[in-house]
C-alpha cells in the first residue's frame, strides 16, 4: 500500500443533548434562536426530560467522529462494519479525508449562529 496525502475519519450522526428548558416553547425558541436553518426541524427534537420534573430538552442530530485511519480503504472497510453491526443507515455514516472540503461542511453541520454584534 502507498502513501496516503492525509488522515480519513469516519463520521456518525449523533444525537446529542443540548440543553434544558422549562417549557416545551422555550425549547423551540432556543433551538431556532442558537441554530437559525442551521439545522432542519428532522434535527432537532424536544422531549420530557427524563430525569424528572418539569423540564424539556432539546436534542439535535449532528455529525462526530469515531474514528480515523491512515488509508481510506481500512476507512471504509471497518465504517462500513461499524454501520453493519450498530445498524445505523448509510447516509448517517460518512468517511472523509481529514481537512477535505467534505469534513468541513460535516463539522460546520449545525454549528450555532454567530450572533450579531450589539
Same mark, same amino acid.
Given at each position: 500500500m502507498s502513501e496516503t496525502r492525509s488522515t480519513w475519519r469516519f463520521y456518525v450522526k449523533q444525537w446529542l443533548l443540548d440543553s434544558r428548558h422549562d417549557s416545551q416553547e422555550q425549547a423551540l425558541a432556543h433551538a431556532h434562536e442558537q441554530y437559525g436553518? +442551521?439545522?432542519?426541524e428532522a434535527e432537532m427534537r424536544v422531549e420530557p426530560d427524563d430525569l #424528572? #420534573?418539569?423540564t424539556w430538552v432539546l436534542w439535535t $442530530?449532528?455529525? #462526530?467522529?469515531?474514528? @480515523?485511519?491512515?488509508?481510506e480503504d481500512y476507512a471504509r472497510f471497518w465504517a462500513k462494519a461499524f454501520c453493519e453491526d450498530f445498524d445505523i443507515a448509510e447516509e448517517d455514516c460518512q468517511v472523509? @479525508? +481529514?481537512? $477535505?472540503?467534505? @469534513?468541513?461542511e460535516l463539522t460546520q453541520h449545525g454549528v450555532l449562529k454567530v450572533a450579531a454584534p450589539k
Open positions: 436553518d +442551521r439545522l432542519t #424528572g #420534573g418539569p $442530530s449532528r455529525w #462526530g467522529v469515531i474514528a @480515523e485511519w491512515k488509508y472523509v @479525508e +481529514r481537512n $477535505s472540503r467534505a @469534513e468541513h
